[in-house]
């Protein structure tokens, strides 16, 4: 069974910067697509960034385009979000999420459903606040 294990969350004040990793436990290239959402409380699973493994194309939310990154080490088989000039809004529990079906971006990732992807991580938490 494919596992996908999240780390990197934590404390940052606003303006900060976290980097978030996600290792998988199978061959990375093997998903078509690999993808973070967050959950706030009170609010449903949202996305926030994807990459189509097949052209390398990568996907972000408008809230969060221009200061997250999107990354992956085929190496490590592990994938990255960079995220920078953390706002408060940010904060979030943030999951990992893999789909080793076609997948091509019908919708904008802040409003693509999360069933579409089949492999969850635990989640890691995010909290900006001063």
């Known amino acids: 069974q494919v596992q996908l294990v999240e780390s990197g969350g934590g404390l940052v004040q606003p303006g900060g910067s976290l980097r978030l990793s996600c290792a998988t436990s199978?061959?990375?290239?093997?998903?078509?697509?690999i993808a973070w959402f967050r959950q706030a409380p009170g609010k449903e699973r949202e996305g926030v960034s994807c990459i189509n493994n097949d052209d390398d194309s990568a996907f972000y939310a408008d809230s969060v385009k221009g200061r997250f990154t999107i990354s992956r080490d085929n190496t490590k088989n592990t994938m990255y979000l960079q995220m920078n000039n953390l706002k408060r809004e940010d904060t979030a529990v943030y999951f990992c999420?893999?789909?080793?079906?076609?997948?091509?971006?019908?919708?904008?990732?802040?409003?693509?459903?999360?069933?579409?992807?089949?492999?969850w991580g635990q989640g890691t938490q995010v909290t900006v606040s001063s």
């Open positions: 199978g061959h990375i290239l093997d998903y078509y697509a």
């Open positions: 999420a893999a789909t080793s079906y076609p997948w091509t971006p019908h919708l904008p990732i802040e409003t693509t459903p999360p069933f579409t992807f089949e492999s």
